[in-house]
């Protein structure tokens, strides 16, 4: 992995796609005050870490399933393997993971300064100073953000290798896999208008849980490209 | 860099279809090699072993003695060029070459926008934007540019207008003479290129037909022409490939080693005997097309 050279090239893609991403996202929540402002008039009372979270794990979804799509192909043109790119993938994930969390930390602190909002308040966390939420909140972030990254990278990866019908097994196995992370963070799950909510796990065990749910999900998608015929398009 | 491609008893299946059978060859620096063969014939899917696109069912294939699927010590030697689809790239041709020298070892970026500018080519306007042929003569700058010990070109022509095409065979020639390596030109356009290959490589029906040194399959193709019973008689031994009847005039073309002796009784007895080219033999063998006889 070392002298892996799509790891940079890989990461400095999806920072652009990301640094949109992020662009868009506080655009939309200075757009959401003033629209609360001018039309409602009603006391305006989101909190940036709730607001931010779905639309982060949406993204990173995403970009994984582009990611195979992609970077694949992109590495066997140039003389790299399919290990290259699964390994450049889990570091880019992890990369622009981090920019996220660090991204929406920034964001949370301005916010409190832009909007006077309260900056600690994280509903997967269950306190309420700031400092309590600073790093296990930032945890969290970071591992389900990118759960959801290699999640995408899991179901493209079942579609490229094995075509549409084992494809749509992987998207159910993806489900189930959303089901366990709503299990350990204690979130409401709803499909089918059948509902799931438990109390979670404990933050520190939720993100362990969580990460070892990221190893196996990753793993699945490696193995099932280790040896998968590439497109030549 | 010497390179030694050794595929041995490759057969590829697609679920229950093959693909290829039985193949076996070997490949050296520094040789052009033509790939030809029917549509359909195998010749891309071949490839895409060469380059680590897809595993092959059994057998072995190894370059430089070590197997070369997903080994990166052998993979970053090999480059492939086909015709690729950039209807979804905003970058710019100098923006992926940058990227190309960014991953490929010896890849030469100087090289490839000298080349590019020897084809009128605009590297600044996205790759999305530019025409069929322009992108094609985007994949041969890549290629010839890449210095790749082992550099694939499939079909690599397709769309571009004869004068680039000349540029490309022109520019394919300074490069072998400057930085000899193993080439592998799988093609149509047999005629126009022939003065290009060192080895040929005839695929049917995803088996090798034929795999020899130019000049040796250039000699070993010729024509007899005459009276008929007399062409018969004449060539009943001999490995006949093509038959043509004009009336009481019959034409062959026969596919085999002959000596002097051989061409002197053809002539003592009154047959024609012509020279035929690559493509003669190309479309004999593997039956259909026209025969082009050079005297």
Redesign the interface.
């Known amino acids: 992995m070392r002298n892996n050279k799509a790891v940079p090239l890989i990461i400095k893609e999806q920072l652009k796609w990301t640094l949109w991403f992020l662009g868009i996202l506080y655009l939309v929540r200075v757009a959401a005050h003033f629209i609360n402002l001018f039309f409602l008039g009603a006391e305006f009372n989101i909190v940036l870490l709730n607001f931010a979270y779905e639309p982060s794990k949406v993204y990173m979804l995403v970009i994984g399933l582009v990611s195979v799509y992609t970077f694949l192909g992109f590495c066997i043109e140039h003389g790299l393997t399919r290990r290259h790119y699964y390994q450049a993938a889990l570091l880019s994930s992890a990369a622009i993971a981090l920019v996220i969390t660090a991204a929406i930390a920034v964001f949370n602190l301005m916010d409190t300064v832009i909007f006077n909002t309260n900056a600690s308040v994280f509903y997967l966390i269950d306190t309420d100073t700031l400092f309590e939420v600073l790093l296990p909140g930032s945890a969290a972030y970071f591992v389900t953000v990118l759960l959801y990254y290699l999640l995408g990278m899991f179901i493209a990866s079942g579609f490229y290798r094995f075509g549409w019908l084992t494809g749509l097994g992987f998207i159910a196995a993806g489900i189930l896999f959303l089901l366990i992370e709503s299990l350990i963070w204690g979130t409401e799950f709803v499909l089918f208008d059948i509902g799931v909510i438990t109390e979670g796990l404990p933050v520190f065990s939720a993100v362990l849980a969580t990460a070892f749910l990221a190893g196996v999900v990753y793993t699945v998608s490696a193995k099932s490209l280790k040896d998968t015929p590439v497109k030549i398009v | 860099m010497d390179m030694n491609l050794v595929l041995n008893h490759v057969d590829l299946y697609y679920g229950k279809e093959q693909a290829l059978t039985n193949v076996s060859l070997q490949l050296h620096s520094p040789r052009v090699y033509a790939l030809i063969g029917r549509n359909g014939s195998g010749k891309?899917t071949l490839l895409?072993l060469i380059?680590?696109?897809?595993?092959h069912s059994s057998g072995q294939i190894t370059l430089n003695g070590e197997p070369l699927f997903?080994?990166?010590r052998q993979?970053?030697?090999?480059?492939?060029l086909?015709q690729?689809?950039f209807d979804e790239y905003y970058e710019s041709g100098e923006e992926l070459l940058q990227?190309?020298e960014?991953?490929?070892d010896t890849f030469d970026i100087e090289a490839a926008r000298r080349i590019a500018s020897r084809f009128g080519l605009d590297l600044s306007i996205p790759m999305k934007k530019q025409s069929t042929g322009r992108r094609s003569m985007f994949q041969a700058v890549r290629g010839l540019a890449s210095r790749?010990p082992v550099t694939i070109f499939d079909e690599a022509y397709t769309g571009m207008d004869a004068p680039s095409r000349e540029i490309f065979y022109e520019e394919i020639l300074k490069e072998q003479e400057n930085h000899p390596r193993l080439i592998i030109m799988s093609t149509h356009l047999i005629s126009e290129m022939e003065h290009l290959f060192d080895e040929v490589i005839m695929l049917d029906q995803g088996r090798v037909l034929l795999a020899d040194d130019y000049e040796n399959v250039i000699s070993k193709g010729m024509t007899i022409t005459g009276e008929s019973s007399l062409v018969e008689k004449f060539t009943a031994e001999l490995h006949v490939v093509k038959t043509r009847q004009l009336g009481g005039t019959k034409s062959v073309v026969i596919f085999q080693q002959v000596d002097q002796n051989f061409l002197q009784e053809a002539k003592e007895l009154g047959l024609d005997v012509g020279r035929v080219t690559l493509q003669d033999i190309f479309t004999s063998m593997t039956k259909g097309g026209e025969l082009h006889e050079e005297q």
């Not at chain 2, 380059?51 to 595993?55: H, V």
């Not at chain 2, 993979?75 to 492939?80: A, E, G, L």
Request: proline share 0%; glycine share 0%; charged share 25%.
């Open positions: 891309t895409s380059a680590n696109y897809r595993k997903e080994n990166s993979t970053r030697h090999v480059q492939f086909f690729r689809n990227t190309a960014e991953l490929i790749a």
